[in-house]
C-alpha cells in the first residue's frame, strides 16, 4: 500500500520514496517480501497522490495497482478487487523494519489459523513508538495499535462480513510505521544498529 500522501511527515517528498539508509522506504518492504518464497507477485497499490511512487515501482519492474485514493480501507479493497481471487498478504510502505522471518510468521500463523482473513497488532506496552490515541484499543485486555500487515482471501473482499483472526505481534519493531520525522530518526537509528 503506497498512494497515501503522507502529510505528518512534513515534507515534499512521496512518503513511499523517503530516503531510508541511503534508499527508499519501500525498497525496505519490496526487499523482505522479495526473500519470501510463499509470494508470487508482488503488487504495489498507488494512487494519483503518489505518481513518482508509481514510476518508480514501474522502474524496478514491479506491477502498480492504481487505487482512487480514498484511504487505506478503501484503497486495499479496490487492490485486492483488482488482483483477483488469491489470498493476499497486504503491507504499508512505511513500516521498513519487517524482516522475512515475521512475514513468515504472519503466513505460518494465517494458514494455521484456517480464517479468510488475519490482522496484526502490536501491543503498545512493548513499544516505545509513537501511536495516535485514535489509532489504539483495547483487544484481549492488552492495548493495541494495527501492525500495517494483514493476509485475506481476495475472493472473500466484497462479503460484508469476514472472519478473521486476530495476531498481536511480539517483535513491536515490525510496527515501527513511518508517520513523522521522530518515526524516521527511530527507523534510522533502529536500522545502524542491526
Given at each position: 500500500?503506497?498512494g497515501?500522501?503522507?502529510?505528518?511527515?512534513?515534507?515534499?517528498?512521496?512518503?513511499?520514496?523517503?530516503q531510508?539508509?541511503?534508499?527508499?522506504?519501500?525498497?525496505?518492504?519490496?526487499?523482505?517480501?522479495?526473500?519470501?518464497?510463499?509470494?508470487?507477485?508482488?503488487?504495489?497499490?498507488?494512487?494519483?497522490?503518489?505518481?513518482?511512487?508509481?514510476?518508480?515501482?514501474?522502474?524496478?519492474?514491479?506491477?502498480?495497482?492504481?487505487t482512487?485514493?480514498?484511504g487505506?480501507?478503501?484503497?486495499?479493497k479496490?487492490?485486492?478487487?483488482?488482483?483477483?481471487?488469491?489470498?493476499?498478504?497486504?503491507?504499508?510502505?512505511?513500516?521498513?523494519?519487517?524482516?522475512?522471518?515475521?512475514?513468515?510468521?504472519?503466513?505460518?500463523?494465517?494458514?494455521?489459523?484456517?480464517?479468510?482473513?488475519?490482522?496484526?497488532?502490536?501491543?503498545?506496552?512493548?513499544?516505545?513508538?509513537?501511536?495516535?490515541?485514535?489509532?489504539?484499543?483495547?483487544?484481549?485486555?492488552?492495548?493495541?495499535?494495527?501492525?500495517g500487515?494483514?493476509?485475506?482471501e481476495?475472493r472473500?473482499?466484497?462479503?460484508?462480513?469476514i472472519?478473521q483472526k486476530?495476531?498481536?505481534?511480539?517483535?513491536?519493531?515490525?510496527?515501527?510505521?513511518?508517520?513523522?520525522?521522530?518515526?524516521?530518526?527511530?527507523?534510522?537509528?533502529?536500522?545502524?544498529?542491526?
Amino acid at each position: 500500500m503506497a498512494g497515501g500522501v503522507g502529510s505528518r511527515m512534513e515534507s515534499t517528498q512521496e512518503k513511499p520514496l523517503i530516503q531510508l539508509d541511503g534508499k527508499p522506504m519501500i525498497k525496505h518492504v519490496i526487499e523482505s517480501l522479495n526473500k519470501l518464497d510463499s509470494i508470487e507477485k508482488i503488487f504495489v497499490a498507488t494512487s494519483s497522490k503518489t505518481p513518482k511512487t508509481s514510476k518508480f515501482i514501474e522502474d524496478i519492474g514491479l506491477e502498480v495497482v492504481e487505487t482512487s485514493g480514498s484511504g487505506y480501507h478503501p484503497d486495499m479493497k479496490e487492490a485486492i478487487e483488482k488482483i483477483g481471487d488469491e489470498t493476499v498478504l497486504v503491507i504499508s510502505s512505511d513500516l521498513p523494519l519487517v524482516k522475512k522471518s515475521d512475514l513468515e510468521k504472519i503466513i505460518r500463523k494465517f494458514k494455521k489459523f484456517e480464517k479468510p482473513a488475519l490482522s496484526t497488532f502490536i501491543e503498545l506496552k512493548n513499544s516505545d513508538f509513537e501511536f495516535r490515541a485514535e489509532e489504539s484499543f483495547e483487544m484481549d485486555g492488552r492495548e493495541v495499535a494495527p501492525a500495517g500487515i494483514n493476509l485475506i482471501e481476495g475472493r472473500k473482499i466484497d462479503e460484508s462480513y469476514i472472519e478473521q483472526k486476530n495476531l498481536i505481534l511480539s517483535r513491536s519493531e515490525i510496527g515501527l510505521n513511518v508517520n513523522s520525522k521522530n518515526d524516521l530518526r527511530r527507523a534510522e537509528r533502529i536500522l545502524s544498529e542491526r
